[in-house]
């Protein structure tokens, strides 16, 4: 939603983070626009002005899912140079970003919710991953040796991000070490990337 329109910018950005809140706690079939409303910290007449109805608030909050992963995933490449570097920001971006998405109990509240959210999200995520990536993604085994196209591998890296956002491992780490040696970063890859 950006932060274009001033009040605008705030009153929206401040009702889709809430709604994602609220549906992580309650699920997408039981959150109400009252809950919703409170959350943001805005009255019923704004958020109906924004969102007239429950499905047009669902439908933005996919959008606005869409811009923050987009954004951040574009932030954490672009303050990197070299190829190393800008694929072990993505993938660091990726765990992250999954991490922070719905809490700690991703499906719990709507598990019929949380996949079908995860397949809608994965075609556009793994496109824009290939392309904010770009020609990074070439230093993969995979692709690099032509079994792959970048496009596939970028898919492949959402897929295992998944998996951990599905059942998550104790320590977002052993995802990234896994993401890093799918990718085929060496530790010496690795700590330049970081460094």
Known sequence: MGVAAGGRATSVDAILAAT?????ERGPERFTMSAVAAAAGVSRPTLYRWFPSKDDLLAAVTLYEEELYTTR???AVAAQTGRAR??????RCLVTYLDGLMGPDPIG??????LQSLGAALAPQSAAFARIVGDALD?????????????EAA??????????FLFPHPDPEALLANLRSLAGMSTRAITSAAG
């Open 20 to 24: 994602r809140r609220v549906i992580a």
């Open 73 to 75: 995933l574009e932030a």
């Open 86 to 91: 800008r694929l072990d920001a993505a993938l």
């Open 109 to 114: 509240a709507d598990p019929a919710f949380a």
């Open 139 to 151: 230093a993969v085994p995979a692709v690099r040796l032509g079994h792959l196209a970048a496009e």
């Open 155 to 164: 898919e492949l890296f959402l897929r295992v991000a998944y998996s951990h």
